[in-house]
């Protein structure tokens, strides 16, 4: 019987170094990218996890635990929830990708960051998942670089804080062990709890430590940055998430929610402040996605009943968001040579859709009317004024920040054109746009749409066990 | 007497200097500008490492630390020579045309002075021989804990002063070495030395991959063939 970690595991790593030799023919490399991981996803969602099923002829058991000495991958419900959304996320942004030119090892090497999300969100002990997400860190320094020489300030920084959370991790995992051997002596637990939540900390790299993301955005192509904020700030929260659920005196040892909370408001504050500053479009889109993250953390930290359910909320239509956003931005400074605000003039007459995306993206990363994120942010800043106004007008200004930006890009794209002449954006590409805009448009008005999905998901991630 | 059982008495014989070697290139690694120099610091740490962690853990294990530790430095004096040679125009495969003459006295670009640097270190000393008597760490001798300590400190400060991914990727694997003998003090299971030990390979072999792309980018015009202006 083959379990469903190994089918899962093997096919994404199969592929991705079939899709390494296949890179040079990219349209073959995104549709067989995108349809593996669709069809992955597709499964996991359809097929139980609790039974065997036959599939090609073989026996398949999904909940089968897969062990090795004492690691185990296992999938659960909350598992299965988070890697049906980002094999979903992962296929889009594949399609996304081919028409963006985001560079040809995106796809194998994307393959191969799914399947080590896919090991963080499966892995046991708990304490051992932190050295998935550094491998996804080194994994993600050839990605952000793309092969080109350049600053390679965005790669160092996204690889060095889970590297120095690493120790902290392990070394919780030590005291967590000593705990039992003298049960009325709470200090293990205290020290493991202050280790754990600093490790954390470097994880999630809220601001002030927040400095990969922008560096990440000046860098890499916008659309690969996107895939590596959805998926890896995802996949950080759940397994923070499976961290307060197993060990249920972390919550008490320091008070995780508060901290959370408080790191949430300064990260959209300053995100929100200095997207409205830049000069350029890739500076703006990271300190808008930065924004956009201390809200999901703001979510996560208000926890209880109706935290969860807005993070889930959050996290489905910022997705949208984001890609949205780099769709515009990555097709603008490619047709234009430049993401500098001074050098785009003009773009909205040969580029008219990417210009349409930017402006969408960046309306619904500050939470608009009539885009996808402003019902989920109209309930989370209800949430936050329940427990404090002054947080939610924080969080206010940091959306007029990000308002400020997008219109100061936008208004930058306008004019003349001025330069060498530019390429019309390809019919495909404006196809793409119009999708992901007309999606936007459609969850702003209907986001009902989406309480199902959530709703299928907020029990299996409130009880979810080791 | 078995050549393991031998290695091991060594290593208790010569711990404090082993520990002082390591403190001493640890420090190289922070204030040297000169890439040889400070591969041959970290080289030098690595063995000193092996040695340290031989009175904790098995040998074999231990050894792993001097196999890693030279697979990195060799991997990134690679990258060196390589930046080297194209700047020689000795690569005879066209990257002579992206790098200038010169190159190899310029590179590695620190953003310091050697002198901040070293006067940096001494108040770390400094910070680190009040402090020190208040490092406590559990089941950890007092030798493997001043050297943790010391590892520890100069390795972020380190990462503090340098961003060029020569420099700062070797302070991160100082940092990681400290950290090593403190985790192998507290629990010896051998596949976490074999996980430590890939890790820190998987580490180099990025960090050689970031110096090539920096080094190289130091030279090269901005707007190079196929890199676009928003890259540069």
């Given at each position: 019987m083959i379990a469903g970690p190994t089918l899962l595991l093997s096919l994404l790593l199969l592929a991705a170094g079939a899709l390494y030799f296949l890179r040079r023919v990219e349209a073959l490399a995104a549709l067989l990218a995108a349809g593996l991981t669709a069809l992955l996803a597709l499964g996991l969602w359809r097929l139980p996890l609790a039974l065997p099923v036959r599939l090609a002829g073989r026996s398949v058991w999904l909940g089968q635990p897969l062990t090795w000495a004492d690691l185990s991958l296992q999938i659960t419900p909350a598992a299965q929830a988070l890697l049906v959304f980002l094999l979903g996320a992962g296929a889009v942004t594949f399609i996304l990708a081919w028409r963006t030119?985001?560079?040809?090892?995106f796809y194998p090497l994307g393959l191969a960051l799914l399947a080590l999300w896919a090991t963080v969100a499966l892995l046991?002990?708990?304490?051992?998942a932190p050295f998935a997400v550094v491998l996804t860190a080194l994994l993600a320094v050839f990605l952000i670089q793309a092969g080109q020489p350049g600053d390679t300030r965005g790669a160092w920084r996204q690889l060095l804080f889970p590297t120095l959370a690493v120790p902290l991790f392990l070394v919780a995992a030590w005291y967590i062990d000593q705990?039992?051997?003298?049960?009325?002596?709470?200090t293990p637990y205290r020290i493991a709890g202050w280790l754990l939540i600093a490790g954390f900390i470097l994880l999630l790299?809220?601001?002030?430590?927040?400095?990969?993301i922008p560096a990440v955005a000046g860098k890499a192509p916008l659309v690969v940055a996107a895939f590596l904020w959805i998926g890896g700030q995802s996949t950080v929260l759940f397994l923070l998430q499976r961290f307060l659920v197993t060990y249920p005196w972390l919550a008490s040892a320091v008070d995780s929610a508060r901290w959370l909370l408080w790191a949430g408001i300064f990260t959209a504050s300053m995100g929100g402040v200095l997207a409205a500053t830049q000069e350029r479009l890739g500076r703006f889109a990271g300190y808008a996605a930065l924004y956009d993250y201390g809200i999901l953390m703001v979510a996560m930290g208000l926890r209880g009943t109706a935290g969860l359910p807005t993070a889930i909320w959050l996290l489905l239509t910022r997705t949208l968001a984001l890609l949205t956003l780099a769709t515009g931005a990555a097709t603008v400074r490619h047709h234009m040579e430049s993401d500098r605000l001074d050098e785009i003039a003009g773009a909205v007459s040969r580029l008219p859709w990417a210009v349409t995306a930017l402006i969408m993206g960046g309306f619904a990363l500050a939470g608009m009317?009539?885009?996808?994120?402003f019902a989920s942010r109209w309930a989370l800043l209800q949430l936050v004024a329940e427990n404090d106004t002054r947080w939610a007008l924080l969080l206010v200004l940091g959306a007029a920040g990000v308002l400020v930006g997008t219109v100061r890009a936008g208004r930058a794209c306008f004019g003349k054109l001025s330069g060498s002449p530019v390429e019309r954006e390809p019919g495909g590409l404006a196809f793409l746009a119009i999708l992901l805009v007309a999606a936007s448009v459609l969850l702003g008005l209907?986001?009902?749409?989406?309480t199902g999905p959530v709703a299928a998901v907020i029990l299996p991630l409130s009880t979810l066990g080791p | 007497m078995s050549l393991v059982d031998l290695i091991r008495q060594v290593s208790i014989l010569i711990g404090l200097p082993a520990a002082l070697v390591a403190c001493v290139a640890a420090a190289v690694i922070v204030i040297a500008r000169d890439w040889r120099l400070v591969l041959l610091a970290y080289a030098l740490l690595s063995v000193m490492l092996a040695l340290l962690l031989s009175q904790v853990i098995p040998t074999e294990w231990a050894s792993l630390q001097v196999i890693v530790g030279g697979l990195i430095a060799v991997m990134l004096f690679l990258s060196a020579r390589q930046l080297r040679w194209a700047s020689r125009g000795?690569?005879?495969?066209?990257?002579q045309l992206l790098l200038r003459p010169g190159h190899e006295a310029r590179w590695?670009?620190?953003?310091?002075l050697s002198s901040f640097r070293l006067l940096a270190v001494a108040l770390t000393a400094v910070a680190y021989l009040a402090l020190r008597d208040d490092v406590r760490l559990p089941v950890v001798q007092p030798l493997l804990r001043d050297t943790i300590f010391w590892l520890g400190l100069v390795g972020l400060l380190g990462l503090a002063l340098h961003?060029?991914?020569?420099h700062a990727g070797l302070a991160l694997l100082t940092f990681l070495g400290g950290f090593q003998l403190l985790l192998f003090s507290l629990t010896q299971q051998r596949m976490l030395v074999g996980i430590t030990g890939g890790g820190q390979l998987l580490l180099g072999l990025a960090i050689s991959y970031l110096v090539l792309s920096r080094g190289l980018a130091e030279t090269?015009?901005?707007?190079?063939?196929?890199?676009?202006r928003w890259q540069a």
């Amino acid at each position: 019987m083959i379990a469903g970690p190994t089918l899962l595991l093997s096919l994404l790593l199969l592929a991705a170094g079939a899709l390494y030799f296949l890179r040079r023919v990219e349209a073959l490399a995104a549709l067989l990218a995108a349809g593996l991981t669709a069809l992955l996803a597709l499964g996991l969602w359809r097929l139980p996890l609790a039974l065997p099923v036959r599939l090609a002829g073989r026996s398949v058991w999904l909940g089968q635990p897969l062990t090795w000495a004492d690691l185990s991958l296992q999938i659960t419900p909350a598992a299965q929830a988070l890697l049906v959304f980002l094999l979903g996320a992962g296929a889009v942004t594949f399609i996304l990708a081919w028409r963006t030119y985001q560079g040809r090892t995106f796809y194998p090497l994307g393959l191969a960051l799914l399947a080590l999300w896919a090991t963080v969100a499966l892995l046991q002990p708990l304490t051992w998942a932190p050295f998935a997400v550094v491998l996804t860190a080194l994994l993600a320094v050839f990605l952000i670089q793309a092969g080109q020489p350049g600053d390679t300030r965005g790669a160092w920084r996204q690889l060095l804080f889970p590297t120095l959370a690493v120790p902290l991790f392990l070394v919780a995992a030590w005291y967590i062990d000593q705990a039992p051997l003298n049960p009325d002596d709470q200090t293990p637990y205290r020290i493991a709890g202050w280790l754990l939540i600093a490790g954390f900390i470097l994880l999630l790299q809220p601001a002030p430590l927040h400095v990969a993301i922008p560096a990440v955005a000046g860098k890499a192509p916008l659309v690969v940055a996107a895939f590596l904020w959805i998926g890896g700030q995802s996949t950080v929260l759940f397994l923070l998430q499976r961290f307060l659920v197993t060990y249920p005196w972390l919550a008490s040892a320091v008070d995780s929610a508060r901290w959370l909370l408080w790191a949430g408001i300064f990260t959209a504050s300053m995100g929100g402040v200095l997207a409205a500053t830049q000069e350029r479009l890739g500076r703006f889109a990271g300190y808008a996605a930065l924004y956009d993250y201390g809200i999901l953390m703001v979510a996560m930290g208000l926890r209880g009943t109706a935290g969860l359910p807005t993070a889930i909320w959050l996290l489905l239509t910022r997705t949208l968001a984001l890609l949205t956003l780099a769709t515009g931005a990555a097709t603008v400074r490619h047709h234009m040579e430049s993401d500098r605000l001074d050098e785009i003039a003009g773009a909205v007459s040969r580029l008219p859709w990417a210009v349409t995306a930017l402006i969408m993206g960046g309306f619904a990363l500050a939470g608009m009317p009539l885009t996808a994120q402003f019902a989920s942010r109209w309930a989370l800043l209800q949430l936050v004024a329940e427990n404090d106004t002054r947080w939610a007008l924080l969080l206010v200004l940091g959306a007029a920040g990000v308002l400020v930006g997008t219109v100061r890009a936008g208004r930058a794209c306008f004019g003349k054109l001025s330069g060498s002449p530019v390429e019309r954006e390809p019919g495909g590409l404006a196809f793409l746009a119009i999708l992901l805009v007309a999606a936007s448009v459609l969850l702003g008005l209907f986001p009902q749409l989406l309480t199902g999905p959530v709703a299928a998901v907020i029990l299996p991630l409130s009880t979810l066990g080791p | 007497m078995s050549l393991v059982d031998l290695i091991r008495q060594v290593s208790i014989l010569i711990g404090l200097p082993a520990a002082l070697v390591a403190c001493v290139a640890a420090a190289v690694i922070v204030i040297a500008r000169d890439w040889r120099l400070v591969l041959l610091a970290y080289a030098l740490l690595s063995v000193m490492l092996a040695l340290l962690l031989s009175q904790v853990i098995p040998t074999e294990w231990a050894s792993l630390q001097v196999i890693v530790g030279g697979l990195i430095a060799v991997m990134l004096f690679l990258s060196a020579r390589q930046l080297r040679w194209a700047s020689r125009g000795g690569s005879g495969r066209g990257m002579q045309l992206l790098l200038r003459p010169g190159h190899e006295a310029r590179w590695p670009q620190v953003a310091s002075l050697s002198s901040f640097r070293l006067l940096a270190v001494a108040l770390t000393a400094v910070a680190y021989l009040a402090l020190r008597d208040d490092v406590r760490l559990p089941v950890v001798q007092p030798l493997l804990r001043d050297t943790i300590f010391w590892l520890g400190l100069v390795g972020l400060l380190g990462l503090a002063l340098h961003e060029e991914p020569l420099h700062a990727g070797l302070a991160l694997l100082t940092f990681l070495g400290g950290f090593q003998l403190l985790l192998f003090s507290l629990t010896q299971q051998r596949m976490l030395v074999g996980i430590t030990g890939g890790g820190q390979l998987l580490l180099g072999l990025a960090i050689s991959y970031l110096v090539l792309s920096r080094g190289l980018a130091e030279t090269q015009p901005a707007s190079g063939p196929g890199v676009s202006r928003w890259q540069a």
